[in-house]
């Protein structure tokens, strides 16, 4: 049986065309975690091609990618790195890959139940599990403590009018996901 390259595996389920990448590089150069990530955005795009999966999914970008997409903005090829490096971070927690940046999906997990619970996120809760979950107790203290000055945390919770829609949505998303592993 002939094997699926990881950027065919990628472009079926993203539809994002890596091959069509000429390296200018143009990516990377608006990016704004650049600075911080340990490969440059053209860089993922290339080791897709090269099949390097294992590189990938060890990599910090991949956790560090805001999803601003000035990537997409600023491809020729219109290619949207954002989708690359969503697809490397399900493939990795798919194949119990270790995040390189573990805070980081811990930071996603807390944030999606607050927002499944009440359709929206209450901060303080959301921060408090977060500290609680990732140990970080001190850190950013002072900068919490000057936005509950400014009363940017709630610390009551609130909930929107028709938060079981939303509830709604996280249920046929976890649906989907079972189907398509099941599928697979
Ligand atoms: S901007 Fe597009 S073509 Fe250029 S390196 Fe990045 S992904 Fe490749
Ligand atoms: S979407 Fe991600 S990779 Fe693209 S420019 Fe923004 S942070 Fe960088």
Request: glycine share 6%; charged share 25%.
């Amino acid at each position: 049986m002939e094997q699926v390259s990881l950027a065919e595996d990628l472009a079926k389920e993203t539809g994002q065309k890596t091959n069509t990448c000429f390296s200018c590089m143009k990516c990377s150069g608006g990016c704004p975690i650049s600075f911080a990530s340990d490969l440059k955005t053209h860089e993922v795009i290339r080791l897709v091609n090269l099949n390097q999966l294992d590189r990938l999914l060890n990599c910090k970008t991949i956790w560090l990618c805001a999803f601003c997409k000035t990537c997409k903005q600023r491809c020729p090829n219109d290619i949207d790195a954002s989708l690359v490096m969503d697809w490397l971070k399900s493939k990795a927690l798919e194949l119990g890959v270790t995040p390189a940046m573990p805070n980081i999906p811990i930071m996603y997990q807390t944030f999606l139940r607050s927002v499944e619970k009440l359709g929206r996120v209450y901060e303080a809760g959301w921060i408090g599990t977060y500290k609680i979950k990732t140990k970080t107790y001190t850190k950013d203290f002072k900068l919490g403590l000057k936005m509950l000055g400014k009363r940017k945390i709630k610390l009551v919770p609130g909930r929107i009018k028709n938060y079981q829609h939303i509830r709604k949505i996280f249920a046929s998303a976890r649906l989907g996901m079972k189907c398509r592993k099941e599928i697979k």
